[in-house]
């Protein structure tokens, strides 16, 4: 499935508080957690060559990005959401890519998917993100042995 999408957008706090091995880290702080989302999906997208956005809240005076190769992390600016910029996302690009959103926001899903982006929840994102790291690494060390 995830090979289908040329870009993924991902709706960082939302999968933050979604996904199990972030869960796990309860006496970790908020921007570990963070780190730690953006560390394995710079790595999924470094493996992959899949273009990725991961979008959060923010509170500046405008939209903050930054492009690490095909790693995207934007904060959103004051008074506007993750969901607002991520829907920007998908619009501007419905016709020139296949895009995956990565969020389990009800209203969100319907949003992208009226767009014609198709979604995947936060649980199921984690468990395909995983798989796909995982099946790199024993691919890298079987070359490697």
């Not at 992959?48 to 790693?71: A, H, M, R, Y």
């Not at 899903?109 to 198709?118: E, Y």
Request: with cysteine.
């Amino acid at each position: 499935m995830m090979e289908d999408f040329t870009h993924i957008i991902v709706d960082g706090y939302n999968v933050i508080n979604s996904w199990q091995r972030l869960k796990r880290l309860r006496n970790k702080s908020l921007e570990f957690k963070r780190l730690s989302l953006i560390s394995t999906l710079q790595n999924f997208s470094d493996y992959t060559g899949k273009e990725v956005s991961i979008v959060f809240d923010g509170n500046g005076v405008k939209e903050l990005s930054k492009k690490d190769g095909s790693l995207s992390i934007i904060f959103s600016k004051k008074g506007e959401t993750a969901d607002t910029v991520v829907e920007r996302l998908v619009y501007r690009r419905k016709n020139k890519k296949k895009i995956l959103v990565a969020t389990n926001d009800r209203i969100e899903q319907n949003m992208i998917f009226g767009m014609g982006a198709t979604f995947i929840n936060s649980a199921d994102f984690e468990i395909k993100i995983f798989s796909i790291l995982q099946c790199l690494k024993d691919s890298y060390e079987r070359k490697n042995s």
